[in-house]
């Protein structure tokens, strides 16, 4: 169970060996060190961790690239092995409601994939949950998202569900969350500011909030 958090942990996670080479790193930090210079973040973990044994946390503002934190822990026990979470800005402040559309997400897949298979050779098969309603989204940043993840690809199967007892809040308000899953041969990491993406050895995950209305005031 210990081993299920971490790896989900929403904070990357990294523990370097004592040479700097990655011992272990959950998947939001591998996301995390595909886009930065791993020298750099070791370097940031020696120069700020403990003068002894033990955690070092601190809550300031650390950027690498595009990636911001409001903070951090380092923390080691002996000479082996020194690791670092850290602290993902929370504020969601890049979800702007005011861009979103709305769209029915079937017809909205399935518009990619009939761009897809025009553009290459491609085979898709879908598995859609019916149940759920027309949503607002940022549309032109969730097809970009599609098409990215279906570009030179041979074979796909794209589902979609509703994930019970999950929820994102926006604007201090619940949402729900729909999870678009992609499988196929994944060949580049992505990222978004607009949805948390899981990049897996078996494709994707995409997760979006159910939003159905700009004004509803969801606190189930």
Sequence with gaps: M?????EYDINPLIIFNEKGHIQYCNQEAEIFLSYVNKKEVYEFVINNAPANPGIKTEFKHVKFKDFEFNGYSIGYKDDTNVGIRFFINTNTHSIELTE???IDLSMLLNFAIEYSTLKQNITITTMFDPSIPTILVHKKALLDIIFDMLENQKKAIISTKINVGEYIKINDKKYQIIEIGIKTKPHKTIKSPYFEILNK???YIIKIPLIKEIDENNNT
């Design 100 to 102: 979103l559309e709305e």
């Design 2 to 6: 210990f081993e299920f958090w971490c």
């Design 201 to 203: 050895d078996d494709g």
